[in-house]
């Protein structure tokens, strides 16, 4: 387990859970930039190094990861080392990421989506869902006080799903870019790791990422966006200021 550590306090507002380290600045990586912003102690979870991919190594993505947190201004990124390409819904894996909740407390969790391409994407929901249920259980064999988050979201951006409601990142967008570009063995390698026979999605991931935050821009009416996924309803008060025009 690696930790990168920027602020001393610990309890959070905000902690966003992903499998491996990237994924959130290229999902929601202007929500934690928006939101520290705002004044609220935000967080990264990586449940893996990524040492299954084809490029860079885990050494190499851990220092990314720490100069990418940087940009995003996080208080913590935590990587609890579960095995890439290999997680399931278990205990083992549900109270390493149990624990996390516990001692962090965040009020807001933000998962992957609950289907997509890659399986560890869509079991990483699974896990992070199960994970903030157990976490509540008092009676329940873990280490720290029983504590559950009050809000799941769901991030949007690497599935074909209309988003329950989306947040302005335009001020945020050049950060956030620079936070995905610090990842520079997946996004610029030298010439020989390109040359590879498996056909890699990432080659046109940062720029296809960039098409999507214009899109859900677009639907709210702004530059750029990141979009998310809600199973509940909203609550609204005031249905006479509800932001974003009808026609």
Known sequence: MTEITLKTKTKLD????????????????????????????????????????????????????????????????????????????????KEAIAKVIREFEPHTVILPYWEGRHPDHYTAATLGYEACFIAGLKNYALEGEAFRPSKIIYAAAYSDVKPSFALDITKYYDRRRRAILSYASQFDPPAHEKKSKVSLPLDQLEQRMSIIARNYGQMIGVQYAEGFVVKEVFQIDDVVRMPVRSM
Not at 16 to 21: M, R
């Open 14 to 93: 905000l902690l966003a859970i992903a499998p491996h380290p990237d994924d959130v600045e290229l999902t929601s990586g202007g929500t934690l930039l928006k939101m520290a912003d705002a004044g609220y102690r935000t967080g990264i979870l990586d449940l893996t190094e990524g040492e299954t991919g084809t490029r860079g190594t885990p050494a190499t993505r851990l220092r990314e990861a720490a100069r990418a947190a940087k940009f995003l201004r996080v208080a913590v990124r935590r990587n609890l080392s579960l095995p890439d390409a290999h997680l399931r819904v278990c205990d083992e894996y």
